[in-house]
């Protein structure tokens, strides 16, 4: 069963609640009609604020989550950098790879390469032998993200 959008569902209800303030006692525009015309533009309006508070709220956690993605890769990056000259360009073209197929595929269909680079990613990050203490410390920070 598709769920019905939420805007539909509040054009439906504004357009009943108009029928219903138009119709209901005829033609003459009665204090009735007035009333259940400004009851019903005024419980639209406070469905539509709700609605798009709840849009933005959405839109929110989206941008925070890209916020926490996007810092995590640039840590992995400049961290990489403790390792040499070698690691720093394989971690960039697995960070690369990641974020471009990111990008080729539509929301729905993410699931098809976005794990798999990102699975890559982590494995190349964990066979990486650490030569000193600092690099080390480096690889376990890497691990983290």
């Not at 609640?17 to 005024?42: C, Q, W």
């Not at 073209?93 to 699931?111: A, G, R, V, W």
């Not at 680079?117 to 203490?133: A, D, G």
């Amino acid at each position: 069963m598709r769920k019905i959008s939420i805007y539909i569902k509040l054009g439906i209800s504004f357009v009943v609640s108009l029928l219903l303030a138009f119709f209901i006692i005829g033609n003459d525009t009665s204090e009735f009609v007035k009333i259940i015309l400004s009851v019903a533009s005024f419980l639209f309006g406070i469905l539509i604020a709700f609605s798009i508070a709840n849009r933005h709220a959405r839109l929110n956690a989206i941008k925070e989550s890209f916020k926490k993605q996007d810092a995590a890769l640039l840590s992995i990056y400049f961290l990489s950098k403790t390792f040499g000259k070698a690691i720093i360009t394989k971690t960039k073209d697995k960070i690369d790879k990641l974020l471009i197929s990111q990008l080729d595929y539509t929301l729905e269909d993410i699931s098809m390469s976005a794990p798999q680079k990102l699975k890559e990613l982590y494995l190349f990050l964990e066979k990486i032998v650490p030569k000193t203490e600092v690099q080390r410390e480096t690889k376990d920070k890497i691990l983290v993200f």
